[in-house]
């Protein structure tokens, strides 16, 4: 009886977890894909169609530079965008999500970007070239409120050295 009992509750636990994983995932994945879209329209404002960041957020970008809620965020990447940003376009190419418990998940993603055009940096040095590749690897994490996920944090790491961003930190 001990035994059967164990198998019902075990099943239970099983059907539970896989029912909101399957749910969970499928949302967690289209803020990602919101995210990707965000990115190739050039639109750092993650409002509207975009509202993809928790008010909390944090980002750290591949030089170490962090900024510490959704208004900084917004704010550096449209000034990062006006400057560098739009003349990239990304691909996400493989995105990984593991869920650390019901209202937490933690996602990777291998991005590839592509320069669509020559550019300066903001010192005025040169930037990166058309055609150009670089490859980052991206960590978040999500967080659900209110049965909406939003990303709380994020932390690009450059895995192409050749295609190294501008350092203000010098």
């Known amino acids: 009886m001990k035994s ?3 198998l019902i509750c075990n099943l239970m636990i099983c059907c539970t977890i896989w029912g909101q994983t399957l749910g969970d995932e499928k949302q967690v994945r289209s803020v990602i894909q919101k995210m990707e879209d965000a990115w190739n329209a050039h639109d750092y404002s993650f409002e509207g ?4 960041l928790d008010p909390n957020a944090v980002l750290i970008n591949p030089v170490g530079m962090h900024w510490k809620n959704k208004t900084e965020i917004v704010k550096a990447m449209q000034a990062f965008g006006n400057t560098m940003f739009k003349y990239e376009s990304a691909k996400y190419n493989k995105v990984d999500v593991h869920f650390l418990a019901p209202a937490v998940a933690l996602v990777t993603i291998q991005i590839t970007g592509m320069v669509d055009q020559d ?4 010192d005025g040095s040169k930037g990166r070239s ?3 590749p670089g ?9 659900k409120k209110n049965n909406d996920w939003k990303i709380t944090s994020l932390q690009v790491t450059r895995i192409d050295a050749k295609a190294a961003p501008f350092n203000p930190i010098k």
Not at 119 to 122: A, E
Not at 135 to 143: A, F, I, N, S
């Open 49 to 52: 169609k975009y509202d993809i």
């Open 119 to 122: 550019y300066n940096l903001p």
């Open 130 to 132: 058309k055609g150009e």
């Open 135 to 143: 490859e980052d690897l991206t960590g978040l994490t999500l967080v």
């Open 4 to 6: 059967f009992a164990l």
